[in-house]
């Protein structure tokens, strides 16, 4: 579900946001100092492959999608089909078909009223029909059980689009190189940006439970970024502007279970999701630090950075076009969940909060300039009080009928209003769940953020 994925996985690591505006359905998140590394890869099937999945054992041959108003800049509903191919065992081709389904139907009437006399309804249908489908193509090559290459490329309306993608798994690590013509980010406020070109190399290290974690990434960015839509007026953030940047992670991952309750189940009944089976409450810590060097353009955001860290003691530096960063973070994870997802009503009722420290430097100024004005018997001030805040998302599931499970997230922010400080909510997505049995641990979800006016249905494999 998108926004939540950042919010499960955490700790920087986030995998890609879903993004329902383009055909390839996701987006990277933009990089940020010190998180998000903003080019991390978790394990899912590549859009292509899921509606390939919806159209053979979910009988959808059309599969929906909402991104944004037209009114409003947006590209309304959508449809989606993919036709797969497979060329051998190990080698498989998909076109992609997307409909604009909703001005398809807005064009329609406006063509019909104006031109009846001049044209016949089918001409108007067949021209409106081309106007309004986007095709796209694809290959994925497994070159060992290890490897795979995967090339697509979309006839998008808004312009034409093409990536291709190396992935190879290591003993305990995952390689990803990848090229982006554009590359599409999307930033915390759900603002999508394109870079004309966009290349990285990524090297991830993979544990389970408890223990060292590292990252490392060389990303390149060429050309300067548009708003995708080009109805964007604010200032594009300054690390998608040209530029090399390499950035390493390095954390310290801790695991914690509390409480796990494994009788009650019900004997020789399959849940409904493996993973959501034994009622338990769990937590993680993940505490980490960054370093980043950045050529070019890129660079300039330093800048920015250190103005905006005030008396923070991070190390920032900048000079030229050369740029150094480098701060702690920490994250805390609760996970807490009753029921087995067995029966038919109700047995599963499952809540996460994720809590993000994204600076410990500034937040350990913000902390120091709390208690001085404490011990001065001053009134504390705004901005300390923001430097020690914490991101906050929360998520709610809960099982309404048999496979079938509504799903709420959250953020929730900290609002100063004539000197009381309020907790709201911001950035929620309503999402409906179908656990697919058979598979053992995977679910369809139709999810839909008000906020940004998007909806999709996706695929997810193995979540707990």
């Keep these: 579900m998108r926004r939540l994925r950042w919010a499960v996985d955490g700790g920087g690591w986030e995998v890609d946001a879903e993004a329902p505006v383009t055909m390839e359905g996701t987006a990277r998140a933009v990089p940020g100092d010190p998180l998000p590394l903003g080019l991390s890869r978790g394990g899912r099937l590549s859009r292509s492959k899921q509606l390939d999945f919806l159209h053979r054992f979910m009988a959808s041959p059309l599969v929906p999608s909402f991104a944004g108003d037209p009114a409003n800049g947006g590209r309304g509903l959508l449809l989606h089909h993919a036709h ?16 604009n389904l909703q001005n398809f139907v807005a064009s329609l009437k406006e ?31 497994l070159i060992s059980p290890e490897s795979s290459l995967l090339f697509e490329i979309y006839n998008d309306k808004k312009g034409s689009r093409g990536k291709a993608v190396f992935l190879h798994k290591l003993q305990r690590h ?93 004997k020789l009944v ?40 005030g008396n923070s ?15 702690l973070f920490a994250s805390f994870t609760f996970k807490a969940q009753l029921g087995n997802f067995q029966r038919l009503f109700f047995d599963l009722t499952k809540f996460d909060a994720h809590i993000d420290f994204p600076s410990g430097t500034t937040f350990i100024w913000g902390a120091s300039s709390l208690a001085k004005n404490i011990y001065n018997s001053q009134k504390p001030d705004a901005i300390s009080i923001r430097a020690i805040c914490p991101n906050l998302r929360v998520s709610l599931q809960q099982q309404i009928v048999g496979p079938f499970s509504f799903r709420f ?54 979540e707990s």
């Design 270 to 309: 399959q849940p409904y999701d493996v993973f959501l089976s034994n009622p338990h409450i769990s937590g993680v810590s993940i505490f980490g630090a960054v370093a980043s060097a950045s050529l070019g353009e890129n660079s300039a955001r330093y800048v920015k950075t250190m103005l905006r860290s």
């Design 111 to 141: 063509t019909s009223s104006n031109n009846l006399e001049d044209m016949s309804l089918p001409m108007t249908i067949a021209r409106n029909i081309i106007e309004f489908l986007s095709l796209g193509c694809g290959s994925e090559l």
């Design 409 to 462: 997230d959250s953020r929730i922010l900290l609002d100063s209003e004539n000197g009381k400080y309020l907790a709201q909510l911001d950035d929620q997505v309503f999402a409906i769940d179908w656990a697919l049995k058979v598979l053992g641990s995977a679910k369809a979800s139709l999810w839909y953020s008000p906020k940004h006016q998007e909806a999709m249905v996706e695929l997810r494999f193995f």
């Design 313 to 327: 003691f991070n190390l920032c530096f900048q000079k030229n076009n050369f740029g150094l960063f480098s701060d």
């Design 174 to 266: 995952n390689l990803m190189l990848e090229a982006a013509c554009p590359g599409l980010f999307v930033d915390k406020k759900g603002t999508y940006w394109d870079v004309p070109l966009s290349m990285a190399i990524d090297l991830a290290s993979v544990t389970l439970d408890s223990g060292l974690n590292y990252h490392l990434l060389l990303q390149h960015n060429s050309g300067q970024p548009k708003h995708f839509g080009g109805n964007e007026k604010s200032e594009a953030p300054m690390s998608l502007l040209p530029g090399l940047c390499a950035k390493v992670a390095i954390s310290m991952k801790k695991h914690v279970e509390f409480w796990r309750k494994k009788e009650g189940k019900l």
């Design 84 to 99: 797969a191919f497979h060329i051998r065992d190990n080698w498989s081709a998909t076109v992609l078909e997307q409909f």
